[in-house]
């Protein structure tokens, strides 16, 4: 299994979770971004047959926001099949703790 992956069921488990508290989710965190490592991204692309990304957001059990990312083929379909290789990235790396600390973007 490549690095940074997490099962589809977690997945849908995060994703599901953010659905649930997107309405009222931002009021009460300070999420601002996700710092992205180039390995990871290197990772998915040298997948078979990906030619582009999807990002999708989740929250984990412990209320960390998550940023789950999985290889696009050319017709723009998700490419997630553990049997061919094709994984779901957890990158996970959330601002605050992981924020630019220059202009523009500090708050």
């Known amino acids: ?17 953010w ?3 997107e309405g009222t989710y931002n ?5 601002k971004a996700f710092l992205i490592p180039g390995i990871d991204i290197q990772q998915v692309m040298q997948e078979d047959g990906v030619v582009n990304v999807r990002a999708y957001l989740g929250v984990d059990e412990n209320q960390v926001e998550r940023l789950m990312v999985v290889g696009v083929d050319a ?11 094709n ?3 957890d990158f996970s790396e959330p601002c605050p703790n ?3 600390q220059k202009a523009p973007f500090i708050s």
Not at 75 to 85: Q, W
């Open 1 to 17: 299994m490549a690095k940074n992956t997490i099962s589809l069921e977690t997945a849908q488990a995060w994703a599901s979770r």
């Open 19 to 21: 659905k649930q508290e």
């Open 27 to 31: 009021q009460h965190n300070k999420l």
């Open 75 to 85: 017709e723009g379909n998700d490419m997630i099949s553990e049997e061919n290789g």
């Open 87 to 89: 994984y779901i990235y």
């Open 98 to 100: 992981t924020c630019n």
